[in-house]
């Protein structure tokens, strides 16, 4: 897809480091600093979040990535082990910042099939932070989640606690999408770059390009080349910016959706049912996997998934095709719910979260279709993210939920 250049927003770049008023990241804490709090804190400057929050936040960001984002548990794990070693990180309504501070979001790049074998040091972002930051002339005043799914729910609070910066409570999508220019950063006009891919092995990348599209091909790339899986700092804005361009209130939406699925169970109460009524969401078919096709190909899981419906829907053949994420679900070949709508399973039995890298011959599962972010069904919003860009010859039709 061809994209006209973007317009940058170089009001990021500081005239001097030492602009009065500047934000400015705290230091990093001692090691050896006490753990957090088992729960979140409110305060009147934010939440703070330790380390059982990172339970829920991980499994509610997995419901909301369908399918991708990468596997939750590596980045829950990362991100309490930062908490541990740091302390709670503090997470903050994107209208608490100031419209000058510079806000930068981050996220894993790659194929989710790798992350599982693949697994970061933690170390990788802090380079890519650090690094954008004297690329810029002036420090990260903020930090915000790239996309509401699995693994990058969570890599912010890596970063926070590490530095001291605070998260903003908001994404770029609502969901998880494959593409680096599939944000509605890029529909408010914000370059991904100057962006930042960092390794596992200290290799880094600086990219500057004309257009976000050509950063999706560009640091592709570089990260197949560099294992199939980086840590990245990207679209470096404003604050004002920020509360213009982000999804808000995804991080304490996914942090609720886990504290519904394990309050849920610990009720023996139906967590499908509590999980789609915070979310206005449906059940689409529940049935069982029959056929998995899944490669790593282009820096990408992809493949596809079949299903012979159960219950009341054994009449029926089911078929979910993914690219990181699930774009398009059928019944007997028939489309029913496509991007930028999401669709999520979720496993019958516990309706925990189901990701693309771990689908399995034989597993039951509900699936349901919950509502995108309304920026995702503009015309801007289709274009970058709707099925015509994925290939599929089928017109976008709005889910609603059944009432």
């Known amino acids: 897809m061809n994209q006209k250049p973007m317009k940058r927003h170089t009001s990021v770049k500081a005239k ?25 804190k409110k305060s009147a400057l934010g939440t703070m979040i330790g380390v059982a929050d990172l339970d829920d936040i991980a499994v509610g960001g997995a419901i909301l990535g369908t399918g991708g984002g990468g596997d939750p548990y590596i980045g829950k794990l990362m991100a309490q082990q930062a908490i541990r070693r740091h302390g709670p990180v503090k997470m903050i309504d994107v209208d608490a910042i100031r419209d000058d501070d510079l806000v930068v979001p981050c996220a894993m790049m790659g194929a989710p099939t790798v992350m599982v074998e693949k697994i970061p040091q933690g170390e990788e ?33 890596v970063i926070g606690a590490m530095t001291g910066i605070p998260v903003i409570d908001g994404d770029g999508m609502g969901r998880a999408y494959p593409e680096i220019q599939m944000v509605t950063f890029t529909m408010h006009g914000v370059s991904a770059t100057p962006m930042v891919i960092v390794d596992d092995k200290g290799n880094s990348v600086l990219l500057e390009c004309i257009d976000n599209r050509w950063t999706e091909r560009l640091a592709r790339a570089a990260t197949i080349e560099m294992g199939g899986s980086v840590l990245i700092s990207l679209y470096p804005m404003t604050g004002a910016v920020a509360k213009k361009a982000s999804v808000r209130g995804t991080l304490t939406l996914a ?55 159960v219950d009341a829907y054994r009449a029926h053949t089911y078929r979910i095709e993914f690219q990181n994420e699930f774009l398009i679900a059928e019944q007997d070949g028939e489309p029913i719910v496509t991007t930028p709508d999401l669709i999520t399973l979720l496993d019958a039995d516990t309706g925990a ?51």
């Open 16 to 40: 001097s480091k030492k602009t009065s008023g500047q934000s400015r990241a705290a230091p990093a804490k001692e090691l050896g600093a006490k753990a957090a709090p088992a729960k979140a």
């Open 125 to 157: 972002i802090l380079a890519a932070f650090r690094k954008l930051e004297r690329f810029l002339g002036k420090k990260i005043g903020a930090i915000l989640c790239a996309e509401a799914g699995g693994l990058n729910s969570t890599i912010p609070f």
């Open 255 to 309: 942090r609720r959706l886990g504290e519904i699925l394990r309050e849920s169970r610990a009720a023996h109460a139906d967590a499908v049912k509590a999980i789609q009524s915070k979310l206005n969401a449906a059940t689409i078919f529940e049935g069982r996997v029959t056929d998995i096709a899944r490669r790593t190909e282009t820096g990408f899981a992809r493949g596809e998934a079949k299903f012979v419906g």
């Open 353 to 403: 979260p189901i990701t693309t890298e771990t689908i399995r011959f034989g597993l039951r599962v509900v699936a349901i279709a919950i509502p995108c972010a309304p920026q995702w069904r503009t015309p801007a919003g289709l274009a970058l993210v709707g099925p015509h860009y994925f290939g599929y010859k089928v017109e976008y039709r709005p889910f609603k939920a059944r009432v």
